[in-house]
């Protein structure tokens, strides 16, 4: 096993350091990074949302079609939050930016999980030894729900807030004028990567993660050694609701603007990042967005806005069709 996780590192690493070459010759090294900074804060909300499938799908082989619609809730809730309740705008003091965003990253992670664990108590639980197919149009019945749910709370058309954060680039400082970073890019990377290794730590480290471990593997035998698995089931729903929120909160921040559709659309790239970096491996799920982040990125910005659904499934397809197991996904015996 670690030869195979080495090889495919090295893989990695070389096909990266290939694409920065490749891209500075026929791109030019300041559109490259540039478009390459965009992709990455993309791919990391991507990433947020991506675990939330890969998880549910690892613990209860459930595609969870609802999930996009739980992150754009949160969306909309930080829209209410920073816009209409709290009134943030970019002439608010700093200390005061920072005590309102926190506070509404934890209400709404706090909001989403507890939706989320209800949503599987209610419309999952039920079905768990039912024919898979029931579960599944539960999942795309529920999405429905959400997403009139948001119409009831926020309305049609697309919401905006002020730009808080402004335009600075941070790497003007260094001197850097040909690449941007600015506070919004910045403060992608600063929410996401934190929640991402407490994640790995959680799942790898602690007595929790190892039930959802074992319940990933065989929840039967996971339950006759001890594993309170619908516990597990729900803290599994729980964390998956939590990212969500997370990146709604994320989303609304970096973009400035969410509507009622945007699960939809999010949900799909994040989903398709999960299987295209191997459903069921977190590890795989970040590669994927983070891949699919730059596809998108790269896509926009030298094709065409139009196009890029079209490459990014296109992608897809044929990392199915050459790798169906994804990325760093490997091939599990079925349970049924």
Do not use: C
């Amino acid at each position: 096993m670690t030869g195979v996780l080495s090889r495919t590192a090295f893989r990695a690493i070389v096909a990266f350091l290939v694409f920065q070459v490749v891209g500075v010759l026929v791109f030019g090294i300041d559109a490259f990074f540039q478009t390459e900074v965009i992709g990455l804060s993309n791919g990391l909300i991507f990433a947020l949302v991506a675990l939330g499938y890969t998880l549910v799908y690892g613990i209860i082989e459930l595609i969870n079609f609802a999930h996009g619609d739980v992150f754009m809730l949160g969306s909309m809730a930080a829209f209410l939050l920073i816009g209409p309740i709290f009134d943030l705008t970019g002439d608010t003091p700093v200390l005061l930016k920072i005590g309102v965003i926190l506070l509404v990253l934890g209400v709404v992670m706090l909001g989403t999980a507890a939706l989320n664990v209800s949503i599987e108590r209610i419309a999952y639980k039920p079905l768990r030894n039912a024919p898979k197919l029931a579960p599944l149009i539960s999942a795309i019945g529920v999405s429905f729900v959400l997403q009139n749910v948001a119409l009831l709370l926020a309305g049609p058309g697309n919401k905006s807030i002020d730009n808080i954060f402004g335009t600075y680039n941070v790497l003007s400082g260094l001197g850097i004028n040909g690449v941007t970073i600015n506070i919004q890019q910045l403060f992608v990377a600063v929410v996401t990567v934190p929640l991402l290794l407490i994640l790995s730590w959680f799942v790898s480290k602690t007595r929790q993660g190892k039930a959802m471990r074992a319940t990933a593997m065989d929840p039967d035998t996971a339950g006759l050694m001890g594993v309170n698995v619908d516990r597990t089931i729900a803290i599994t729903f729980l964390i998956a609701g939590a990212l969500a929120g997370a990146a709604g909160v994320v989303q609304i921040l970096y973009n400035n603007t969410t509507v009622w559709t945007l699960g939809f659309r999010f949900g799909l790239n994040s989903f398709t990042a999960a299987v295209l970096g191997g459903i069921g491996n977190l590890q795989g799920a970040v590669l994927g967005a983070i891949v699919l982040g730059f596809i998108n990125a790269f896509s926009d910005r030298y094709f065409s806005a139009n196009w890029t659904n079209a490459i990014v499934f296109g992608v897809l397809i044929a990392i199915l069709v050459f790798r169906p197991t994804g990325l760093l996904g490997q091939q599990l015996a079925d349970r049924a």
